[in-house]
């Protein structure tokens, strides 16, 4: 049985492997995070599902969740805490240069959160 994460909790995770708060990309990240939460099962039927429905949660455009996830992402590994995060994902990622996926990473997150 999988245990309910506290949005605080997916909060402070995301602050610390440097998703800035102020960005949509954290509210959509952590939206999926606690939809995921409820039903691990989401995870595996694929993203669009997934960016559909924080788009409608959000008023906005599938695009727009995806795109602002991805440039959250890419703003983490470009500018927050190298360390943090090459601890979590380890081999999966070029030290330097690369990044993961929108789903690698929200899929890392989860898996650290338990």
Same mark, same amino acid.
């Given at each position: 049985m999988t245990k309910q994460i506290e949005r605080g909790k997916i909060s402070e995770v995301l602050v610390r492997f440097g @998703? /800035? %708060?102020n960005l949509l990309g954290f509210l959509y990240i952590r939206n999926i995070l606690e939809l995921i939460n409820g039903?691990?099962?989401?995870?595996?039927?694929?993203?669009?599902?997934?960016?559909?429905?924080?788009?409608?949660?959000?008023?906005?455009?599938?695009?727009?969740?995806?795109?602002? @996830? /991805? %440039?959250?992402v890419e703003l983490a590994f470009e500018e927050g805490n190298s360390e943090e995060l090459y601890r979590l994902f380890g081999n999966t990622i070029h030290r330097d240069k690369g990044k993961p996926t929108n789903k690698q990473f929200i899929s890392m997150i989860l898996e650290y959160l338990d």
């Open positions: @998703i /800035r %708060s039903n691990r099962k989401l995870l595996y039927g694929g993203m669009m599902a997934l960016y559909k429905e924080v788009a409608e949660m959000n008023r906005t455009t599938v695009y727009n969740v995806e795109s602002c @996830i /991805r %440039s959250a």
